[in-house]
DNA sequence: GACATGACGATTT
DNA sequence: GAAATCGCCATGT
């Protein structure tokens, strides 16, 4: 099977690295689709198959938990980034920039 | 098989 | 500067 948009979006969610997030757009981008940001977000709830897909590191580009919503409960993915150091007010991450994490930047190809 | 929609982001008006 | 629109791929109805 080809990897698919989606496949892509899984591996690279599946590499960021504990305690840092990072945003559909720049996954996407990595992946060569920074238009496709949608996807990613969509990507996201089909990672419902696989449970080794951290969805909780991936926000949007503002820091916001825009899909906190899709996790076991609302606070799940707010509960588990601040497990992680990271900290999460108003579903927000705070510092976003210092935990923002570009695969684009730190797996460079 | 066609239409609508979905965890977003950038570009254009 | 803010609001509106386009772009993108896959899934569900």
Do not use: C, Q
């Not at 007010?89 to 920039?97: A, M, Q, S, T, V």
Request: charged share 30%.
């Amino acid at each position: 099977m080809e990897a698919s948009f989606f496949d892509n979006v899984f591996e690279v969610a599946k590499l960021i690295p504990k305690g840092r997030v990072t945003s559909y757009g720049a996954i996407a981008a990595y992946i060569g689709m920074k238009r496709s940001a949608r996807m990613v977000g969509y990507a996201m709830n089909a990672s419902h198959s696989d449970k080794s897909i951290p969805a909780h590191r991936v926000v949007n580009r503002n820091g916001l938990l825009t899909g906190k919503h899709h996790f076991n409960g609302p606070d799940e993915m707010e509960k588990r980034l601040k497990a992680e150091g990271i900290k999460v007010k108003n579903d927000k991450i705070i510092n976003f920039d210092k935990h923002f994490w570009d695969p684009a930047t730190e797996l460079k190809l």
